[in-house]
């Protein structure tokens, strides 16, 4: 597996971005709710955890670690807003590894095609493009939103981490962990594709 730098991934309802810093004040107007980042060892809560988040974000692109993304949400109309955000973590070329993490979506566009999009789009570029053989997602063990979601997408529980991460409020977190091969892909892609032909409930 070789080095490709973070691409535009587009799709019919999102279009993931590599983050700029043009994409910060925009970024900004959604980020800033505490809700959001409830389950995450990260939050950003003020502008200075954005700033942080970002230049983490840069600095370990450039080392060929992470890959990050700003999501957008696209609409029949041709309009679009700005949804959240998504990253490749722990990228590991020797192994031909990622683990897609750091995803967040907006509260008013969860529920709908966007965060199932992404993970497709994600997913299609991490093993017909970049050469993956394994794609894992981890979540707050307390986190059964998150759990049920990863599953549906056709990812594999493989087990929990206990007191992996240590959380703002001083506790521990438990860490789940899931994943998916790339001999699994293409049953995985089928399942993806039919979800997002299909109209929401």
């Given at each position: 597996m070789e080095w490709i730098d973070t691409p535009v991934l587009d799709g019919q309802y999102v279009r993931l971005e590599p983050l700029s810093p043009r994409h910060l004040t925009l970024v900004e107007t959604i980020a800033l709710e505490e809700q959001t980042w409830k389950y995450m060892a990260n939050p950003i809560l003020d502008r200075k955890d954005l700033e942080t988040w970002a230049k983490q974000g840069w600095e370990q692109q450039e080392a060929h670690t992470m890959m990050?993304?700003?999501t957008f949400a696209k609409f029949p109309d041709g309009?679009?807003?700005i949804a959240g955000g998504t990253r490749f973590l722990d990228i590991n070329l020797k192994d031909s590894s990622v683990e897609i993490g750091n995803s967040w979506i907006t509260p008013p566009l969860r529920g709908t095609k966007v965060n199932a999009e992404a993970k497709?789009?994600?997913l299609k570029f991490?093993?017909?493009t970049f050469g993956c053989r394994r794609v894992a997602f981890k979540a707050h063990g307390s986190?059964?939103?998150s759990h049920a979601a990863i599953k549906a997408l056709g990812a594999k529980y493989e087990g929990t981490f206990r007191d992996h991460?240590?959380?703002p409020d001083g506790s521990f977190r438990d860490t789940a962990w899931f994943s998916i091969l790339k001999s699994e892909w293409p049953e995985v892609k089928s399942g993806?594709?039919?979800?997002?032909?299909?109209?929401?409930?």
């Open positions: 990050p993304w700003v309009s679009e807003i497709y789009l994600q991490a093993f017909e986190n059964l939103r991460m240590l959380m993806l594709e039919r979800r997002l032909a299909a109209p929401l409930p």
